[in-house]
């Protein structure tokens, strides 16, 4: 066992006497030491149930032979951070959690983790941690949350009745009484925000890698099925040791293309490529951003899920699951080792009955395309994304005009003062990976536009990136960005760009000798954030269409 690195021989006696130290018997050195890295704060309510999950996980770990150290990760809630200086640290903490991990299971030479998370950047950078690592790892995601409940049975949902409410109150759609009932039912407790915002789509997607057991990715965080999860996850650990199943024999070419695949059929987060895209690169696979493209065109989205569509979490869990959504892809699907000892296909084959009003088959889908879609042009030559499953009809073409702000803060203040008219492309630049820097969320923007009924006469583009509670024409991870003297920073006010979704164009209408001539002039901007740890992050940050990971 790697832990017999600091438990055997002579010259390790002071390393017995310090773990003795903690508490550890004599008769537990023979044991595999599995360490069990949890996010739980008071501070996000997607982890404030970790404890009693701990628990869990402590005594499967027992259970199954083992031994278990727990240690703690730090997690931010992007809700909580979205639109202010916060949310300049979201995406960063991503490189931080995966570098923790490895930092300490290879300090104390643990022979496996089990890794407790829930939340957006918390889930994949554990996973970019596993991959790295590549010593037995489990996943557990703590949970969705409960909808919200109101009158005549109205379900509430995070982001529709917190941000879009914000603005609908401001347009006067709702009043005071209305904005308060929102606040007070919008997040009822404990687990991730209820609809497939990023972090559902990524504990979804964990599970579809094949990176922790079946159900883990839907099952509500109040379920008594989430604490038997918990309690097998760690017997399987111990089990994944004994018998050296690794991550990087799991997180195969296959197991990514399976993973965008259920992504694309549910229309999640668009932040999703970000991170699949940085954990292939940790596992050693090859997976460049036209991949999500290429699979967008052949695999049909098969479910309307919150904030786009009508079902919530826990809709999606009762209708199957992780396990409906790869039944009903079929043959799309690719063999491929999972952490509970079945393949994908066994495990797909395994459910008897899903429920087709909300997991659809791919001869009835919701859209003939997956919900992501990866353009390319004038504006973007390296690629941007966009969430299509969220656009409608009347906008997957738009021409409009362009109305530049060099940071979130003015755009808002742009859109919430009514200085936004239809016909306008918002555009929010220096906000990528360098520029934010941090790339930060623009939830509040595009929530705003879909409140004060913007949402099919204006779009937005930027080189930052957007909640998985987007919905709408939101164009984001616009590469290169224009802290590296991308297009976009050569877009002026009135400037005619045109968003081609069918087509996967995004054009900026102006001709070459003027953008010549601009960029001939253009200097880059000062930084934002001078000091700290986030003023060395965009000194070595990568661009979004790699993955916006650390080098």
């Known amino acids: 066992m790697r832990s017999d690195m600091i438990k055997k021989g002579l010259e390790r006696t002071p390393h017995r006497a310090l773990i003795k130290g903690t508490g550890v018997p004599q008769s537990e050195f023979e044991k595999p030491f599995i360490g069990v890295a949890t996010s739980f704060t008071d501070l996000i309510p997607g982890h404030v149930g970790m404890r009693d999950l701990e628990r869990f996980i402590e005594k499967g770990v027992h ?41 300490i299971a290879e300090a104390h030479r643990l022979d496996g983790l089990v890794l407790l998370t829930n939340c957006d950047k918390i889930t994949p950078g554990m996973l970019m941690a596993a991959a790295r690592l590549d010593i037995p790892c489990i996943v557990v995601t703590a949970g969705p949350m409960l909808s919200g409940r109101g009158e005549g049975g109205r379900k509430y949902s995070f982001v529709t009745d917190t941000f879009e409410a914000m603005a609908r109150y401001k347009a006067g759609v709702i009043d005071a009484k209305e904005l308060q009932v929102c606040e007070d039912n919008a997040c009822p407790g404990m687990g991730s925000c209820q609809g497939l915002f ?34 097998a996850s760690g017997e399987k650990i111990v089990e994944l040791v004994k018998n050296n199943i690794t991550p990087r024999q799991i997180l195969t070419r296959a197991a990514f293309e399976n993973a965008i695949r259920v992504d ?16 292939a690169r940790d596992a ?47 043959d799309k699907i690719r063999d491929n080792p999972t952490v509970l000892g079945l393949s994908t296909l066994q495990i797909a084959s395994s459910i008897a009955n899903v429920d087709e009003t909300v997991i659809r088959p791919t001869t009835n889908p919701v ?37 530049c702000f060099d940071a979130e803060e003015l755009a808002m203040a742009a859109i919430m003062e009514g200085r936004i008219k239809s016909g306008d ?10 520029g934010g820097p941090g790339m930060r969320e623009m939830l509040a923007p595009t929530a705003a536009i879909m409140g004060m009924g913007l949402g099919d006469s204006v779009a937005l583009i930027t080189d930052g990136r957007f909640s998985g509670g987007t919905r709408g024409p939101c164009i984001g991870h616009i590469s290169p960005e224009a802290a590296d003297g991308g297009p976009i920073a050569l877009v002026e006010d009135g400037d005619r760009i045109l968003l081609d979704i069918p087509n996967r164009k995004l054009d900026l209408l102006v001709d070459e000798s003027v953008l010549a001539a601009r960029r001939a002039n253009w200097q880059a901007p000062e930084p934002k954030i001078k000091g700290g740890w986030l003023a060395r992050y965009a000194k070595v940050v990568t661009s979004a269409h790699t993955g916006a990971i650390t080098e």
């Open 63 to 103: 259970s199954g032979g083992g031994y278990s150290f727990f240690f703690g990760i730090p997690g931010v809630c992007d809700g909580i951070a979205m639109g202010h200086k916060g949310m300049h640290y979201s995406l960063p903490t991503r490189e931080l959690i995966a570098d923790m991990v490895e930092s």
């Open 198 to 231: 990023t972090a559902n789509t990524m504990a979804i997607l964990t599970e579809t890698l094949g990176m922790s057991l079946p159900r883990c990715g839907t099952a509500l965080a109040v379920s008594a099925l989430k604490r038997r999860i918990a309690f």
């Open 264 to 279: 694309l059929a549910l229309g999640g987060s668009s932040n999703t490529v970000l991170h699949l895209l940085a954990i």
């Open 284 to 330: 050693g696979v090859d997976l460049p951003l036209e991949t999500f493209d290429v699979l967008a065109k052949e695999t049909p989205q098969l479910a309307s899920m919150n904030p786009a569509g009508e079902h919530f979490m826990e809709d999606l869990d009762a209708a199957g699951g992780v396990a409906g959504v790869l039944k009903q892809l079929g």
């Open 367 to 403: 859209k003939k395309e997956g919900g992501i879609a990866v353009l390319f042009g004038s504006i973007a030559p390296k690629g941007a994304v966009v969430k299509q499953s969220g656009v409608s009809p009347a906008m997957m073409r738009f021409e409009g005009t362009a109305r």
């Open 425 to 434: 492309v918002v555009v929010i630049r220096y906000e990528g990976p360098k």
